[in-house]
T-cell receptor
Framework: ETGVTQSPTHLIKTRGQQVTLRCSSQSGHNTVSWYQQALGQGPQFIFQYYREEENGRGNFPPRFSGLQFPNYSSELNVNALELDDSALYLC?????????????FGPGTRLTVL | AQTVTQSQPEMSVQEAETVTLSCTYDTSENNYYLFWYKQPPSRQMILVIRQEAYKQQNATENRFSVNFQKAAKSFSLKISDSQLGDTAMYFCAFMSPNFGNEKLTFGTGTRLTIIP
């Protein structure tokens, strides 16, 4: 157990809808990163939040947005869902103030878009 | 941009044997970090081992060790005395320490099955 939690565990949405995924970071960690893992592939970096500011973004469209709260928990929002958004969404937290940080992952949210 | 390649999509080995998973990467940076993560069927990504590029000594964690060859950009994982609980997907990952670019770049994974 890493201490990183995610909710919900599973989610089913229809194309065009909007979804919010949540992540609570490990105690003491101020950085949260989000990844999308399609079936049979390695995770792809979406973006990272450090002390409530976006600190890097991968090759994802603007309909993927995020937020980090003062307690360092985070949300991932996806608007106008597409079928290809079906994936496992992983969040990872890290200490953040040390550039050598290791990222510790939560159990993931499985999103299915119909 | 960094890339990570895992050329073995699947491997299987008898329980108690030793297995080595391969990983190569491409980067122009001199300082970086490499990781092996394990993802069992429960799907939670679990850190196995970490290596700093500036350290010449190969990292070890109990039954897990790496062979880090910086010049060859190779980072293989050796699992000794394999156990049934080692059955999982294994991902090699690269991370730059540069602020604003601290993302993990993953390979496509190797599915490892330990046979009783």
């Amino acid at each position: 157990e890493t201490g990183v939690t995610q909710s919900p565990t599973h989610l089913i949405k229809t194309r065009g809808q909007q979804v919010t995924l949540r992540c609570s970071s490990q105690s003491g960690h101020n950085t949260v990163s989000w990844y999308q893992q399609a079936l049979g592939q390695g995770p792809q970096f979406i973006f990272q939040y450090y002390r409530e500011e976006e600190n890097g973004r991968g090759n994802f469209p603007p309909r993927f947005s995020g937020l980090q709260f003062p307690n360092y928990s985070s949300e991932l929002n996806v608007n106008a869902l597409e079928l290809d958004d079906s994936a496992l969404y992983l969040c990872a937290s890290s200490l953040g103030d040390d550039r050598e940080d290791t990222q510790y992952f939560g159990p993931g949210t499985r999103l299915t878009v119909l | 941009a960094q890339t990570v390649t895992q050329s073995q999509p699947e491997m299987s080995v008898q329980e108690a044997e030793t297995v080595t998973l391969s990983c190569t990467y491409d980067t122009s940076e001199n300082n970086y970090y490499l990781f092996w993560y394990k993802q069992p069927p429960s799907r939670q990504m679990i850190l196995v081992i970490r290596q700093e590029a500036y350290k010449q000594q190969n990292a070890t964690e109990n039954r897990f060790s790496v062979n880090f060859q910086k010049a060859a950009k190779s980072f293989s994982l050796k699992i000794s005395d394999s156990q049934l609980g080692d059955t999982a997907m294994y991902f090699c990952a690269f991370m730059s320490p540069n602020f604003g670019n601290e993302k993990l770049t993953f390979g496509t994974g190797t599915r490892l099955t330990i046979i009783p």
